[in-house]
């Protein structure tokens, strides 16, 4: 699959010698309401070797007791009602699947991965379940650094700025935007990975760990 953008007078090409040997995993969850345990949708984008080669898109149900939807998230951000999610499997029966996804990734990127990394320890906290170590970064921290006279670092403003569209708040199609920035980024700098581009913007990556109880 072959993807185009341009951005500062750049050509961004899936196909250019200079893409990172490595497996990047995009994450993206949409939560009902202001609980982290409250995973509506998620959604992945895995990159190998600067291609997209794999995309999935889950409809969640809530587990009982965070599965309402307050107006603002349903209206003004994803349209998603307890009428879709309703038959939608629980958090633990995508999640090997999910995670499957994340660990064996070289990174695993979010934008604001505070909120997605936080919805994912929250969620498998609420299950009982263990994933392995990964390291992630944030889109939105890196954009703040390498592109601070954007009005604002939102990821439909980041996406317009590499002139990819895309549907705003659809897990999956949110995911695959944030992989776009993160390569657009690393073309700008000249970055062969995501840890050089981490390097010129002066950050390190984080790592995912459970809380040991």
Known sequence: MKSTARILGLRLDANDPWLPPMTITSLDFETANRSRVSICAAGIAVFENGNLTETNH???RPPSGHGWFLPEFTEDCHGLTWFDVQDAPEFSAIAPELLERLTRADVVIAHNAQFDIGALRATL????????????????????????????????????????EFHHHHA????????RVLLAMMKHVSAN?????LKDAGMVPGRYRQQVV
């Open 172 to 179: 999956q199609a949110d995911a695959e935007a944030v992989g």
């Open 125 to 164: 906290d609420h299950f009982g379940l263990r994933c392995p170590e990964f390291d992630y970064l944030c889109t939105y921290r890196v954009a703040e650094r390498l592109w601070p006279d954007l009005p604002n670092h939102q990821l439909n403003t980041l996406a317009a700025h590499i002139g990819h």
């Open 193 to 197: 990975t995501p840890r050089e581009l």
């Open 58 to 60: 889950w409809l969640v």
